[in-house]
């Protein structure tokens, strides 16, 4: 079992940057794929990037909305997955939840690849 916890949203002005972070549960939590999604109001949950696990350091993957703003990183020693979110667009608001699995079963962006989610935190991006 693992338990996520995310953190880092807030709002801020377009163009600006934060930071999210999960944090997980675990010892091997190292050779978890991990997945950042997003939902807005009104509108189906979206994915945004993941990473995965391989001997050499995993391999990322970005939803073509942020590739280019946004990167997904692991501190293994930490347990924990960031979001480094760039150049933010009020359309880049939404609540972020980051899912886990240990088993790759669908492409890393596919929402019904992962076993464990977050509760999510609010990203909000002002005009």
């Known amino acids: 079992q693992v338990q996520l916890v995310e953190s880092g949203g807030g709002l801020v002005q377009a163009g600006g940057s934060l930071r999210l972070s999960c944090a997980a549960s675990?010892?091997?939590?190292?050779?978890?794929?991990v997945g950042w999604f997003r939902q807005a109001p009104g509108k189906e949950r979206e994915s945004v990037a993941a990473?995965?696990?391989?001997?050499?350091?995993?391999?990322?993957y970005y939803a073509d909305s942020v590739k280019g703003r946004f990167t997904i990183s692991r501190d293994n020693a930490k347990n924990t997955v960031y979001l480094q979110m760039n150049s933010l667009k009020p359309e880049d608001t939404a609540v972020y939840y980051c899912?886990?699995?240990?088993?790759?079963?669908?492409?890393?962006?596919?929402?019904?690849?992962?076993?464990?989610w977050g509760q999510g935190t609010q990203v909000t991006v002002s005009s």
């Open positions: 675990g010892r091997t939590f190292s050779r978890y794929a």
């Open positions: 899912a886990a699995t240990l088993v790759i079963r669908d492409t890393p962006l596919y929402a019904g690849a992962y076993d464990y």
């Open positions: 990473i995965t696990f391989t001997w050499t350091g995993g391999n990322t």
